[in-house]
């Protein structure tokens, strides 16, 4: 019998992944209640997907008395834990979780899990094509693609779980998996988070309550991620493009290697698909978790040489009159824009804004002025980005409302040899439900071109 069986679960947001795990606990016997402020015609097409199941909806509002009648509340990532709901059930005792801890309880797989503040969905999706190309049944989820509660009923104990965690999932967490990386650790979600220090801190839940018998992956190049190796119980290997390490992988005399014991080539850097030296860090992260997990450097290697991005992340969209579209839509965060910029020699023609979430702006003008040849700036954030690059005296840089104004501007503007690079640096909530809308959006006004 499952431990929620008989338990009374609110679940608190109806998304995608209160969705999963309302499914799972009414499966396993729970008494499911959810509740959302949005009103049932917002959510019909949801309340349509769980019109099978038992369900109490309290929609439109969240009436302080649920908390009485709940045994566990569940929160979803988009869930501040000051939201009144939640600080009521804490004040009462009332135990918090959410859908990727209650599927880290009972997986019987061993789990890699992935966090930091950049990187994590490429390294999440490289490490799974490592581990497949190996042959082994593999599951890619958590933040990115489908919660992976809803298939915890098929895994099997020699499968490969890859999981990606965000610093929303991951703070109320208690338990660690058996290998896990802090990829690096920037400013974002300040918003959401209000100190470094607390989001840090709730990064650091992935390795936290390790064992020594698990395995801590980090960044020996990132300040933020290395910190982290004090409170580190596990084995630590580390992933480094600047040194030679002990224990994991490095890049030496153009060549990725790999040490376990014994030091092994990979492959070239050549071989690599990805732009940028960001992605290359993404490279070493995922070689190092799949040696780890006992994937084979051989199906290392291949994983490596066919594996060529994830969607909205420096995607080439198209090749027009010399001219390469780049979507880079999910940088939300100054230092992910940066990186991108670092990915290109070709004179770049910048589309940033969208909406701030209480980010650093001084150091991105710095390197858009030294590195960008125009800037068309878009969004709530348009004027404090426009603030920012007058202050270093940037020669060319222009206001748009929408991205659409912003692509129209860039396309009379481009010449062949150019870059335009849609790394907006700011969140997309501003105009679009997430920064894959925005990402597609841009796709699409390209192609129409």
Known sequence: MDELAGKRLLILG?????????????????????????????????????????????????????????????????????????????????????????????????????????????????????????????????????????????????????????????????????IATVLNITPNHLDRHKTMKAYTNAKANILRHQTADDISVLCADDPGSLALSAIAPGKLRLFSLVNEVTEGAFVKDGRILIRNGAEKTVCTVEDVQLRGRHNLLNVLAATTLADSAGIPTEAIARAIRTFTGVEHRLELVRTRRGVQWINDSIATAPERAMAALNAFNEPIILLAGGRDKAMEWDAWAKKVTQRVKSVILFGDLADVLAEKLADQEHPDFKQVSTVAEAVELAAGTAVSGNIVLLSPGGTSYDAFKDFEERGELFRQLVNEL
């Open 14 to 178: 109806l998304a995608r992944q209160g969705k999963a795990l309302a499914r799972f606990a009414v499966e396993v016997d729970a008494k499911v209640t959810i509740t959302d402020l949005r009103p049932p015609e917002k959510l019909q097409d949801m309340l349509d997907e769980l019109s099978d199941l038992d369900i109490r909806y309290v929609l439109g509002e969240h009436p302080m008395e649920l908390v009485d009648e709940a045994d566990i509340l569940a929160v979803s990532g988009g869930v501040p834990l000051e939201a009144p709901l939640v600080q009521a059930a804490q004040a009462k005792g009332v135990p918090i979780t959410n859908d990727s801890l209650e599927f880290t309880k009972r997986t019987p797989t061993a789990v890699i899990g992935i966090t930091g503040s950049a990187g994590k969905t490429t390294t999440t999706a490289l490490t799974g094509v490592m581990s497949q190309v190996a042959g082994r049944r593999t599951w890619v989820g958590g933040n990115i693609g489908q919660p992976l509660i809803a298939d915890l009923h098929k895994m099997e104990p020699d499968d490969v779980v890859v999981q990606e965690l965000s610093s929303f999932q991951l703070e109320i967490w208690d338990r660690s998996p058996h």
